[in-house]
Protein backbone atom coordinates (compact mmCIF):
# COMPACT_ATOMS: atom_id res chain seq x y z
CA UNK A 1 0.00 0.00 0.00
CA UNK A 2 2.20 2.44 0.90
CA UNK A 3 4.80 1.71 -1.76
CA UNK A 4 2.14 2.17 -4.13
CA UNK A 5 1.54 5.49 -2.68
CA UNK A 6 4.72 6.46 -3.02
CA UNK A 7 4.68 5.58 -6.74
CA UNK A 8 2.07 8.03 -7.02
CA UNK A 9 3.63 10.47 -5.32
CA UNK A 10 6.95 10.11 -7.20
CA UNK A 11 4.80 10.34 -10.49
CA UNK A 12 2.87 13.37 -9.78
CA UNK A 13 5.70 15.21 -8.62
CA UNK A 14 7.36 14.57 -11.71
CA UNK A 15 4.22 15.89 -13.12
CA UNK A 16 4.71 19.15 -10.81
CA UNK A 17 8.68 19.06 -12.21
CA UNK A 18 7.62 19.18 -15.60
CA UNK A 19 5.09 22.08 -14.85
CA UNK A 20 8.15 23.77 -13.47
CA UNK A 21 6.24 25.25 -10.59
CA UNK A 22 7.95 27.45 -8.62
CA UNK A 23 10.96 25.90 -9.23
CA UNK A 24 12.92 29.21 -10.54
CA UNK A 25 13.00 30.78 -6.58
CA UNK A 26 15.32 28.06 -5.29
CA UNK A 27 19.06 29.12 -6.02
CA UNK A 28 21.69 27.04 -7.78
CA UNK A 29 23.82 24.95 -6.32
CA UNK A 30 24.81 21.32 -6.18
CA UNK A 31 21.87 19.36 -4.26
CA UNK A 32 19.16 21.44 -6.04
CA UNK A 33 17.86 18.68 -8.51
CA UNK A 34 17.54 16.89 -5.46
CA UNK A 35 15.34 18.94 -3.26
CA UNK A 36 13.44 20.03 -6.58
CA UNK A 37 12.73 16.07 -7.32
CA UNK A 38 12.11 15.06 -3.61
CA UNK A 39 11.03 18.53 -1.63
CA UNK A 40 7.36 19.19 -3.63
CA UNK A 41 6.18 15.85 -3.47
CA UNK A 42 3.47 16.57 -0.91
CA UNK A 43 3.41 20.67 -0.76
CA UNK A 44 5.01 23.05 -3.18
CA UNK A 45 8.40 24.14 -3.02
CA UNK A 46 7.15 27.20 -1.71
CA UNK A 47 6.98 25.66 1.58
CA UNK A 48 10.96 25.20 1.27
CA UNK A 49 12.02 28.24 -0.66
CA UNK A 50 10.72 31.23 1.71
CA UNK A 51 12.60 29.40 4.59
CA UNK A 52 15.78 30.49 5.83
CA UNK A 53 17.11 28.26 8.97
CA UNK A 54 20.29 26.75 10.37
CA UNK A 55 21.72 23.33 9.76
CA UNK A 56 20.58 22.35 13.06
CA UNK A 57 17.27 23.20 11.92
CA UNK A 58 17.36 21.90 8.72
CA UNK A 59 18.23 18.87 10.02
CA UNK A 60 15.65 18.14 11.96
CA UNK A 61 13.24 19.55 9.82
CA UNK A 62 14.48 16.89 7.53
CA UNK A 63 13.50 14.53 10.15
CA UNK A 64 10.02 15.91 10.50
CA UNK A 65 9.41 15.33 7.03
CA UNK A 66 11.17 11.96 6.75
CA UNK A 67 8.18 10.94 9.59
CA UNK A 68 5.37 12.23 7.31
CA UNK A 69 7.07 9.47 4.64
CA UNK A 70 9.91 11.09 2.89
CA UNK A 71 12.25 9.08 1.39
CA UNK A 72 15.75 9.32 1.49
CA UNK A 73 19.05 7.63 1.24
CA UNK A 74 21.80 8.66 3.81
CA UNK A 75 23.79 10.38 1.04
CA UNK A 76 20.79 11.86 -0.89
CA UNK A 77 20.02 13.10 3.05
CA UNK A 78 23.27 14.83 3.44
CA UNK A 79 23.05 15.82 -0.08
CA UNK A 80 20.20 17.88 1.07
CA UNK A 81 21.18 18.80 4.12
CA UNK A 82 24.23 20.46 2.55
CA UNK A 83 22.09 22.52 -0.42
CA UNK A 84 19.62 24.04 2.21
CA UNK A 85 22.21 24.87 5.24
CA UNK A 86 24.22 26.80 2.87
CA UNK A 87 21.97 28.00 -0.06
CA UNK A 88 19.01 28.69 2.27
CA UNK A 89 20.86 29.70 5.03
CA UNK A 90 19.71 32.77 7.48
CA UNK A 91 20.85 36.12 5.78
CA UNK A 92 20.72 34.14 2.41
CA UNK A 93 18.63 36.32 -0.32
CA UNK A 94 15.39 36.29 -0.38
CA UNK A 95 13.85 34.88 -3.30
CA UNK A 96 11.76 36.53 -6.13
CA UNK A 97 8.30 36.31 -6.54
CA UNK A 98 6.44 33.13 -7.14
CA UNK A 99 4.60 32.52 -10.42
CA UNK A 100 1.51 32.25 -8.27
CA UNK A 101 2.25 35.53 -6.08
CA UNK A 102 2.92 37.67 -9.14
CA UNK A 103 -0.09 36.32 -11.04
CA UNK A 104 -2.66 39.18 -11.07
CA UNK A 105 -5.76 36.54 -12.04
CA UNK A 106 -5.58 33.42 -10.14
CA UNK A 107 -6.27 30.16 -11.93
CA UNK A 108 -8.36 27.21 -9.23
CA UNK A 109 -6.31 24.61 -11.32
CA UNK A 110 -3.05 26.49 -11.06
CA UNK A 111 -3.40 26.56 -7.36
CA UNK A 112 -4.51 23.14 -6.85
CA UNK A 113 -1.46 22.05 -8.41
CA UNK A 114 -0.89 22.01 -4.28
CA UNK A 115 -3.14 19.47 -3.75
CA UNK A 116 -2.63 16.49 -6.06
CA UNK A 117 -0.18 14.85 -4.78
CA UNK A 118 -2.23 13.55 -1.87
CA UNK A 119 -6.03 14.40 -3.43
CA UNK A 120 -4.64 13.38 -6.55
CA UNK A 121 -5.70 15.00 -10.02
CA UNK A 122 -9.00 13.26 -10.55
CA UNK A 123 -10.14 14.36 -7.00
CA UNK A 124 -10.25 10.44 -5.77
CA UNK A 125 -7.64 10.77 -3.14
CA UNK A 126 -5.83 7.95 -2.07
CA UNK A 127 -8.66 4.97 0.12
CA UNK A 128 -7.43 5.40 3.97
CA UNK A 129 -4.40 7.54 2.78
CA UNK A 130 -5.89 10.85 1.34
CA UNK A 131 -9.70 11.48 1.31
CA UNK A 132 -11.32 12.33 -1.61
CA UNK A 133 -12.49 15.55 -2.78
CA UNK A 134 -14.77 14.34 -5.50
CA UNK A 135 -18.04 13.71 -4.96
CA UNK A 136 -17.39 14.60 -1.06
CA UNK A 137 -16.94 18.45 -1.06
CA UNK A 138 -20.57 18.89 -2.04
CA UNK A 139 -21.50 16.79 1.10
CA UNK A 140 -19.47 19.12 3.49
CA UNK A 141 -21.30 22.52 1.38
CA UNK A 142 -24.24 21.08 2.04
CA UNK A 143 -23.93 20.72 5.99
CA UNK A 144 -24.84 23.05 8.48
CA UNK A 145 -21.77 25.33 8.72
CA UNK A 146 -19.82 23.65 6.45
CA UNK A 147 -19.43 26.39 3.75
CA UNK A 148 -17.27 27.92 6.64
CA UNK A 149 -15.17 24.91 7.84
CA UNK A 150 -14.21 24.30 4.35
CA UNK A 151 -12.70 27.98 4.65
CA UNK A 152 -11.00 26.89 7.74
CA UNK A 153 -9.45 23.41 6.65
CA UNK A 154 -7.24 25.56 4.01
CA UNK A 155 -6.21 27.92 6.28
CA UNK A 156 -5.37 26.07 9.23
CA UNK A 157 -5.67 22.42 8.39
CA UNK A 158 -7.10 19.19 9.77
CA UNK A 159 -5.19 15.88 11.43
CA UNK A 160 -6.79 13.62 13.39
CA UNK A 161 -9.50 10.72 12.93
CA UNK A 162 -11.92 11.21 10.19
CA UNK A 163 -14.34 9.47 8.83
CA UNK A 164 -15.23 9.59 4.52
CA UNK A 165 -18.21 7.50 2.84
CA UNK A 166 -17.33 4.69 5.34
CA UNK A 167 -13.34 5.09 5.31
CA UNK A 168 -11.75 5.74 7.95
CA UNK A 169 -8.66 8.35 7.63
CA UNK A 170 -5.91 9.96 10.13
CA UNK A 171 -3.38 12.04 8.44
CA UNK A 172 -2.12 15.39 8.38
CA UNK A 173 -3.78 18.02 6.50
CA UNK A 174 -1.74 21.22 5.88
CA UNK A 175 -2.72 24.75 6.30
CA UNK A 176 -2.40 27.08 3.38
CA UNK A 177 -2.32 30.41 5.38
CA UNK A 178 0.71 31.54 3.11
CA UNK A 179 -1.97 31.57 0.37
CA UNK A 180 -3.82 34.81 -0.54
CA UNK A 181 -7.42 35.10 0.01
CA UNK A 182 -7.58 35.20 -4.08
CA UNK A 183 -5.94 32.30 -3.96
CA UNK A 184 -7.89 29.93 -1.36
CA UNK A 185 -11.14 31.52 -3.01
CA UNK A 186 -10.16 30.01 -6.56
CA UNK A 187 -9.04 26.46 -5.65
CA UNK A 188 -12.49 26.59 -3.42
CA UNK A 189 -14.05 27.62 -6.15
CA UNK A 190 -12.26 24.97 -7.85
CA UNK A 191 -12.49 21.82 -5.47
CA UNK A 192 -16.42 22.83 -5.32
CA UNK A 193 -17.27 22.58 -9.33
CA UNK A 194 -14.76 20.17 -10.63
CA UNK A 195 -14.92 16.06 -10.69
CA UNK A 196 -18.71 16.32 -11.08
CA UNK A 197 -18.83 18.43 -7.62
CA UNK A 198 -21.26 21.51 -7.84
CA UNK A 199 -21.94 23.75 -5.30
CA UNK A 200 -25.21 23.55 -3.69
CA UNK A 201 -28.06 25.26 -4.73
CA UNK A 202 -28.78 28.55 -3.49
CA UNK A 203 -24.37 28.81 -3.05
CA UNK A 204 -22.54 31.46 -4.72
CA UNK A 205 -18.75 31.22 -5.41
CA UNK A 206 -16.49 31.84 -2.63
CA UNK A 207 -14.98 35.10 -2.47
CA UNK A 208 -12.02 36.58 -0.91
CA UNK A 209 -13.92 38.46 1.78
CA UNK A 210 -15.45 34.81 3.03
CA UNK A 211 -11.58 33.57 3.09
CA UNK A 212 -10.57 36.73 5.19
CA UNK A 213 -13.62 36.65 7.33
CA UNK A 214 -11.98 32.89 8.43
CA UNK A 215 -8.51 34.07 8.71
CA UNK A 216 -7.25 35.44 12.39
CA UNK A 217 -9.06 33.00 14.16
CA UNK A 218 -6.17 30.62 14.62
CA UNK A 219 -8.14 27.69 14.61
CA UNK A 220 -5.46 24.97 16.12
CA UNK A 221 -6.01 21.26 14.16
CA UNK A 222 -7.49 19.91 17.08
CA UNK A 223 -9.86 22.66 16.72
CA UNK A 224 -10.61 22.35 13.14
CA UNK A 225 -11.31 18.82 14.00
CA UNK A 226 -13.34 19.26 16.45
CA UNK A 227 -15.44 21.50 13.99
CA UNK A 228 -16.04 18.87 11.77
CA UNK A 229 -17.36 16.48 14.14
CA UNK A 230 -20.32 19.17 14.32
CA UNK A 231 -21.17 19.11 10.80
CA UNK A 232 -22.96 15.56 11.06
CA UNK A 233 -20.42 14.17 8.24
CA UNK A 234 -20.39 10.50 7.76
C1 LIG B 1 5.73 12.76 2.59
C2 LIG B 1 5.28 14.13 2.48
C3 LIG B 1 6.32 15.24 2.59
C4 LIG B 1 7.52 15.36 1.89
C5 LIG B 1 8.09 14.42 0.85
C6 LIG B 1 8.12 16.59 2.32
N1 LIG B 1 7.31 17.22 3.22
FE1 LIG B 1 7.62 19.05 4.05
N2 LIG B 1 5.80 18.94 4.98
C7 LIG B 1 4.93 17.87 4.93
C8 LIG B 1 3.73 18.18 5.70
C9 LIG B 1 2.54 17.25 5.90
C10 LIG B 1 3.91 19.48 6.19
C11 LIG B 1 2.96 20.31 7.02
C12 LIG B 1 3.23 20.14 8.46
C13 LIG B 1 2.43 21.10 9.28
O1 LIG B 1 1.56 21.81 8.75
O2 LIG B 1 2.71 21.14 10.46
C14 LIG B 1 5.22 19.94 5.71
C15 LIG B 1 5.77 21.19 5.99
C16 LIG B 1 7.01 21.62 5.58
C17 LIG B 1 7.61 22.89 5.93
C18 LIG B 1 6.95 23.95 6.77
C19 LIG B 1 7.49 23.67 8.16
C20 LIG B 1 6.58 23.96 9.26
O3 LIG B 1 6.91 23.47 10.38
O4 LIG B 1 5.55 24.62 9.05
C21 LIG B 1 8.85 22.92 5.38
C22 LIG B 1 9.88 24.03 5.48
C23 LIG B 1 9.03 21.67 4.68
N3 LIG B 1 7.90 20.92 4.82
C24 LIG B 1 10.19 21.33 4.01
C25 LIG B 1 10.36 20.14 3.32
C26 LIG B 1 11.61 19.77 2.66
C27 LIG B 1 12.88 20.58 2.69
C28 LIG B 1 11.38 18.57 2.06
C29 LIG B 1 12.38 17.76 1.27
C30 LIG B 1 13.60 17.40 1.95
C31 LIG B 1 9.99 18.19 2.35
N4 LIG B 1 9.43 19.16 3.12
C32 LIG B 1 9.37 17.04 1.89
C33 LIG B 1 5.13 16.69 4.25
C34 LIG B 1 6.20 16.43 3.41
C1 LIG C 1 0.30 16.21 2.40
C2 LIG C 1 -0.96 15.69 1.84
C3 LIG C 1 -2.07 16.70 1.59
C4 LIG C 1 -2.05 17.84 0.84
C5 LIG C 1 -0.88 18.43 0.07
C6 LIG C 1 -3.39 18.38 0.87
N1 LIG C 1 -4.20 17.59 1.64
FE1 LIG C 1 -6.17 17.88 2.00
N2 LIG C 1 -6.14 16.34 3.31
C7 LIG C 1 -5.08 15.48 3.53
C8 LIG C 1 -5.42 14.53 4.57
C9 LIG C 1 -4.53 13.42 5.08
C10 LIG C 1 -6.72 14.86 4.99
C11 LIG C 1 -7.51 14.17 6.09
C12 LIG C 1 -6.94 14.63 7.43
C13 LIG C 1 -7.31 13.70 8.58
O1 LIG C 1 -7.22 12.47 8.39
O2 LIG C 1 -7.67 14.20 9.65
C14 LIG C 1 -7.16 15.99 4.16
C15 LIG C 1 -8.40 16.62 4.25
C16 LIG C 1 -8.87 17.57 3.35
C17 LIG C 1 -10.21 18.11 3.34
C18 LIG C 1 -11.32 17.77 4.32
C19 LIG C 1 -11.99 16.47 4.00
C20 LIG C 1 -12.91 16.06 5.13
O3 LIG C 1 -13.90 15.40 4.88
O4 LIG C 1 -12.63 16.39 6.29
C21 LIG C 1 -10.27 18.98 2.29
C22 LIG C 1 -11.48 19.78 1.85
C23 LIG C 1 -8.97 19.01 1.68
N3 LIG C 1 -8.14 18.14 2.35
C24 LIG C 1 -8.63 19.80 0.59
C25 LIG C 1 -7.31 20.01 0.19
C26 LIG C 1 -6.91 21.01 -0.78
C27 LIG C 1 -7.86 21.90 -1.57
C28 LIG C 1 -5.55 20.98 -0.83
C29 LIG C 1 -4.61 21.86 -1.62
C30 LIG C 1 -4.74 23.30 -1.44
C31 LIG C 1 -5.11 19.92 0.04
N4 LIG C 1 -6.20 19.37 0.65
C32 LIG C 1 -3.79 19.53 0.20
C33 LIG C 1 -3.87 15.54 2.90
C34 LIG C 1 -3.43 16.56 2.10
Known sequence: MKTRYLVWVTLLAAVGLWMGLGQNALPEGPGRELVLQKCQTCHEIGFVTR???TRERWDSLITEMQNYGLRLTPEERTAILNYLATRLAPGA?????TQTQAATTVNGAQVYNNCIGCHQANGAGLPGVFPPLAGHVPEILAARGGREWLIQVMLYGLQGQISVKGASY???M????????????AVLNYIATQWGNALPSGQTPFTEAEVQ????KNLSVQQVLAARQQLGLR
Open 51 to 53: ERQ
Open 93 to 97: TAPAP
Open 170 to 172: NGV
Open 174 to 185: PGYAQLSNAELA
Open 213 to 216: AQRG
